[in-house]
């Protein structure tokens, strides 16, 4: 079963004269077990592509299947539910909490669900991620590359099925993000999780299982 599935999917937002198009009859999979790569300039339509595989936006026409489910037979609230227990986001927004200490950051997810990792893999994951020492900190002490490598750790942490991961390298430097691809493969590999990563980052290639290239709305499977 695809973890992933869009079929022929559009997206276009306004009206009339102003309509733009931002994904144009899109088809797509993913599978546990491998990280996707779409890669595409600025603006081609990344960003609605990985909410709309998540569900966080409907597309204007065609289907969306998480784990073999239609998203769009489900009701917002069971909807909200697989999100909440099967996707990990690593958001453009980073979504971290501005008012809370990194590692309150974690045991927010703690009161949503019991579905987490054990300390033991916690930990394994700050320690490659670098950021056991940010525990303390508050979002806004961190540097950019430190809230991504935050917010990555935070997207696991619930353990989830699926990660679809924003643009995740843009703020790191070349060492970096060495460590966050052979991160997301190995996750994909022995953890056998479905990962989807949308970026201009050419450098994180050389992990990926698939790729795809996304350009002005067109997706074109590259291998
Ligand atoms: N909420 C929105 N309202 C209007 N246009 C949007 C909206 N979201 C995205 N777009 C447009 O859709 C296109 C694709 O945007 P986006 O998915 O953010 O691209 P990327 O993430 O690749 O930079 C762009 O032309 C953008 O201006
Ligand atoms: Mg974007």
Avoid at 1 to 17: E, R, V
Avoid at 49 to 78: A, D, H, M, R, Y
Wanted: charged share 15%.
């Amino acid at each position: 079963m695809n973890s992933l599935l869009l079929k022929d999917i559009n997206k276009t937002f306004g009206q009339g004269s102003a309509t733009v198009t931002a994904l144009n009859h899109i088809n797509f999979k993913a599978k546990a077990g491998e990280l996707t790569l779409i890669i595409g300039p600025s603006g081609s339509g990344k960003s609605t592509l990985l909410t709309i595989l998540g569900g966080l936006q409907t597309p204007t026409q065609g289907q969306v299947f998480l784990q073999g489910q239609s998203l769009t037979e489900l009701t917002n609230k069971q909807r909200e539910k697989l999100r909440l227990e099967q996707i990990g986001f690593v958001l453009q927004a980073y979504n971290l909490v501005p008012y809370l200490r990194v590692r309150d950051q974690f045991a927010l997810v703690d009161q949503l669900t019991q579905h987490h990792l054990a300390p033991a893999a916690f930990q394994q994951i700050t320690n490659k991620l670098g950021i056991s020492d940010l525990l303390n900190q508050f979002p806004n002490e961190l540097s950019g590359g430190q809230t991504q490598r935050v917010a990555l750790a935070r997207a696991l942490y619930p353990d989830p099925a699926i990660i679809l991961a924003d643009e995740s390298t843009a703020a790191l430097d070349s060492q970096r993000v060495l460590v966050v691809g052979q991160l997301l493969q190995d996750l994909a590999h022995s953890e056998n999780k479905a990962i989807v990563a949308v970026t201009h980052d050419e450098r994180l290639k050389q992990f990926a299982d698939h790729i795809y290239e996304l350009i002005d709305g067109h997706l074109t499977p590259v291998y």
